[in-house]
């Protein structure tokens, strides 16, 4: 008695957890469930590519580079460093109506936005208004910005008609209301009390746009999509929205001249400047890869489960094992 | 008593080799082959990211991913699944282990886990690391969200990529399984949902408020998340991630089948036309029964060893490494072809059932063309 009571106690559980026999799934890579699998995520890619694919090509989008590294270019005699508030002027030709709402953003080549020390050169805590830390930032504080201008004008019977852009609402909804704060204290200008403008800006803070209290300080919308760094060295931020008046429905046909107030140097890295007009669409920009990507992988796919049909076909072991 | 309390596994009797062996010590080298294979390809797919993005951030040790994404990837994000595999992972149970001892075989070759794996699994996870990186840099190129907005900023881009490697991943993790418990299921999934629910809480408004410079990213869910194209590109990069990997299996297994995908196999077959074999009580031992080595009394086997019988290696060949059927097996089957042999003047041929294999072990040939 005693010693079947010792075995008892000694024995090991047996359950199905300590004994490893729990109930489970034990999947394989059968044919049945490859080969059906891959057609049917080859047909469902090739159909998502195809949708993606014709969205992209029907949205419009036009370039136009504004460097001014060819001598016949206007934009040629800003890139001289010594001109301050240079101003030059860009003629082109739409050719056909770009449907609107027509996003209008200005673009920088070889701009690593993405460099490491450039992205910690911000103090959160001081951007997003809080002022026990605004006059002490970190010491990686030190901060850039571009700050070239645009104004749109459309050449209708020989008179320059300028195109109204709309500058509200280009940043995101939660960088405009909860990341960026401007510090409260009216006028604003106060807050900025003792301190100085950075080096490379050409306005202060405060002065980013006097007219409009919502849209000056660290709440200022060019200046928050300056803020929202690339991810890489070639990118384009918006700048304004062409959507109102006569412009509703689009940027018609035609000539038109954009007028720059080119102040940012670009020439010393061998950067490059542009402007883009684009309409969007439920997929974003203009962007063919996703629709291309997904057709080639949707075609590899089909091709490759008629391989695997052939292979397991002809070399599958015997399974009367 | 004193060499049990000196060693690291003790046990009373010799017929538990068996089990130690051909069930634990198998299950083991398996678990402990795929853990390491998927922890250095989780890893090293996590890092080669970072060397494609150096091309595009001027060499500046810019990362790519969202750095509390960094510190919880190894803590949170694939901890548990990994752990789940490793704990409770098996090819095939304990009753076809001991049918199938061949099974024991690839440990002895070192199959799973050497230098050659090793070098498989960089580059797969070469491979990975392109996919996941350039695909969403083409992917988000020059591109905006639906409505004008930007969505091809650095923070954006950070959540895609490390979105894109955690899927891949994952269901990565889920192909190397191949015993989904409930346990395993709950960790894998649990995961994935512990990383969208921490990433939220942290690109949230609240966190942002109390600790500004400590959550920067905030707003990035909530902008990038809701847009069709960036869902799209993750769905494109774990699949052409986990894509090429199943090929490649699926086509291995058809073309040169090893050892345990030929078992997998047939117990599936198994399952699919027999229920599965009731276990056996323990047999009893009987006072005719001894320990079985150092006191039998019965005749013994010295004719068996003597006539060399179980060296003796099969005449006829193999069509695929398996021979068999029923009754002629030569696999390990306790009441195999001994010759009749049985101390104990038990008939041999009874039916060759999933025996409860603690019973007195008779002599079996153990042959296989792959040896």
Known sequence: MVKEEQESANRPDNTAFTQQRLPAWQPILSAGIIIPGFVIIGLTFIGIGVALFVTSKSIQDMEIDYTGVETDSDCYKCTNTDEKNCVCRLDFNIPTLIEGPVFFY????????????????????????????FKTPSDDCSPYETDDTFVLYQNLNGSNQEVPFDGKGIAWWTDYNVKYRNPDVTPLKDAFEGTVKPPFWSKPAYELDPTD?????????DFLVWMRRAALPDFRKLYRRISQDDYARGLPAGNYTLQIGYNYPVMSFKGKKKVVFSNVSWMGGRNEFLGIAYLVI??????????????????KFPEED | MQAVLSSDYSFAQFRFLQRLLLVHGRWSYLRMCKFLRYFFYKNFTFT?????????????????????????YNLVYTALPVLGMSLFDQ??????????PQLYVPGQLNLYFSKKAFFKCALHSGYCSLVLFFIPYAAVHDTVRGDGKDVADYQSFALLTQTCLLFAVTIQLGLEMSYWTAVNTFFVLGSLAMYFAVTFTMYSDGMFLTLPSAFPFIGTGRNSLNQPNIWLTILLTSILCVLPVVTYRFLFIQLCPTINDKVMFKVRQAKATLPPPPRRPRIRRTSSRRSGYAFSHAQGYGDLVTSGRFLRRPALPRSSGFAHAGRTTTSFSPMGRSAGY?????????????VEVTSLQMYRTIQDAAL
């Not at chain 1, 936005?113 to 992205?119: A, D, H, K, L």
């Not at chain 2, 049985?342 to 041929?349: F, K, L």
């Open chain 2, 48 to 72: 080669f990211v970072h060397f494609w993005f150096a091309f595009f951030c001027g060499f500046s040790a810019q990362t790519v991913y969202d750095e509390w994404f960094i510190t919880l």
């Open chain 2, 342 to 354: 049985s101390p104990t003047g038990r008939p041999q041929n009874a039916k060759v059932a999933d």
């Open chain 2, 91 to 100: 090819d095939v149970n304990d009753a076809w282990s001991f049918q199938h």
């Open chain 1, 106 to 133: 200005y673009g920088l080549s070889n701009y690593f936005q993405n460099y490491r020390r450039y992205g910690v050169s911000k103090d959160d805590t001081q951007l997003s208004g809080d002022l026990d830390n």
């Open chain 1, 298 to 315: 949707g075609s590899w796919c089909i091709v490759m489960s008629i391989v695997m049909l052939i292979v397991y076909a002809k070399f």
């Open chain 1, 213 to 221: 209290p919502n849209n000056n300080g660290f709440i200022n919308q």
